[in-house]
C-alpha cells in the first residue's frame, strides 16, 4: 500500500442518512478530528445513505478549507441499491464499463473531487467481464480520475479473475479478532503472495454488541492484558488485527471522538507473542491445533 494511506482508515458509512446524520458543521468537525489523530483515509462508496453521504461529505469538505492532498478518498462502485434515488426494480450488480465510469464521476462530483485515491469493486457479481472492467479502469487512471484500483468482499478465485486483466492492489474484507477466516481459509496468505493490501471493515467484530459465551471469554482475557499494556479493549483488538504480517488496516466505523483517538494509539501496541495467541484462544474456546 502507498505510505500516504493511513494505517487506520475512517469508514464514513454511518455519517450521514444511515447513521448519525451529521450536519455539515457537524462532518467538518469529524473530518478534522481524524487528521488530528492521523486518520487521513476517509472510506465511502456510493450507496451509503441511499446514494447521499459521498454529497454530504463533498459539502462539508469543500468547505473545510482543507487542502485535498493532505487527505486520502476511496469509494466503491457496483452495487445498485433500491433507493428513492435510483430506479432499480431489484438490487444487484453492474460491472458493465460505462457503468464503472459513470460510477467513478458520480463519486467525483458528490465528493467535490479531480480524482479518488483508491477505486473498489463493492461486491463480486456473477456476471463480472474482467475485460470490461480493465478497459473501464484503465481510461479512469488514464485520465487521472482514480489513482488506485482493488476490490472489496472478493474471493482469491474472483481477484484471480479480475487481475489477470488489470492490477488489484487492494481487497476490502471483513476481518475482526470475531471474524478472523481470512487468516485461515487462504485470503490473506494469498494477499501477501501478491502484494495485495488488506483493509479490514468491521474490524471490532461483535465483540462490544453480543453478549454470549464467547463475548465473556474476550472481554475477561482483554481485561486481563488492559493494565499490562496500559490500553483499553478496543486498543487491543486493533492491535490484535494490525499485528498480523499481511498489513491490515483497519476501516474504523465508528463516530465517536474518543474511540477514533483510541483507534489511532492502537498502532504503537505491540502484543507479545504469547498475549497475541491467548486472545485468539479466548475468541475459540479452545487452544490452537
Known sequence: ???????????????????????????????????????????????????????????????????????????KCGIQYISENRNNKVKHYNYSRDYIIWSAEESLKNLKTDYLDLFLLHRPSPLMQPDDIAEAVSILKQ????????????????????????????????????????MHDGTLDYMMLNNITPMAWSPLGYVFKDDNEQTRRIHKQLGELMGKYNATEDQLLLAWIMMHPANIHPVVGTTDYKRITNATKAIQIKLELEDWFLILVACQGHKVP
Open 143 to 182: 485520465q487521472g480520475k482514480i489513482k488506485a484500483f482493488g476490490v472489496s468482499n472478493f474471493t482469491n478465485s474472483q481477484v484471480d479473475l479480475i487481475s489477470k486483466s488489470t492490477v488489484v492492489s487492494v481487497n476490502q474484507i471483513e476481518f475482526s479478532l470475531t471474524q478472523h477466516n481470512a
Open 1 to 75: 500500500m502507498k505510505k500516504n494511506f493511513s494505517k487506520i482508515i475512517a469508514g464514513a458509512m454511518t455519517w450521514g442518512s444511515w447513521g448519525k446524520q451529521f450536519s455539515k458543521t457537524e462532518v467538518i468537525k469529524l473530518i478534522n478530528h481524524c487528521i488530528d489523530n492521523q486518520i487521513t483515509t476517509f472510506d465511502h462508496a456510493d450507496i451509503y445513505g441511499g446514494y447521499t453521504t459521498e454529497t454530504d461529505f463533498g459539502n462539508a469538505f469543500a468547505e473545510s478549507g482543507i487542502k485535498r492532498e493532505t487527505i486520502q478518498l476511496i469509494s
